[in-house]
């Protein structure tokens, strides 16, 4: 399994914005399903924003147009802009890699964002 690797979590106060990134080690990103997952404190992990293989993107509900998901395959990067954060929205953050052709998945070790009131 390869290890992902996402940056840029942090303490904010509500209403405040952060970028996640997220780095795949061996340019492998163009052959996978890319998404980002979270999971609260005591909660399970559940999907936040994906592409599908068409390249359409889609997102939870809670953070329909507060969030948005891009990629550059040139780097092998995945992004997931973060604005007006809101406190339900404090959870380790997940990068996922998912190949359907080999059916694996590939996660990172999670970035921490807290949003305080």
């Known amino acids: 399994q390869v290890q992902l690797m996402e940056s840029g979590g942090g303490l904010v106060q509500s209403g405040g914005s952060l970028t996640l990134s997220c780095v795949a080690p061996g340019s492998i990103f163009s052959r996978y399903v890319l998404g980002w997952f979270r999971q609260p404190p005591g909660k399970r992990r559940e999907l936040v924003a994906g592409f599908a293989v068409d390249g359409r993107t889609n997102y939870t509900d809670s953070v329909k147009g507060r969030f948005t998901i891009s990629k550059d395959n040139a780097k092998d990067t995945l992004y997931l802009q973060m604005n007006n954060l809101q406190p339900d929205d404090t959870a380790v953050y997940y990068c996922?890699?998912?190949?359907?052709?080999?059916?694996?998945?590939?996660w990172g070790q999670g970035t921490q964002v807290t949003v305080s009131s």
């Open positions: 996922n890699a998912y190949d359907p052709n080999s059916r694996s998945f590939l």
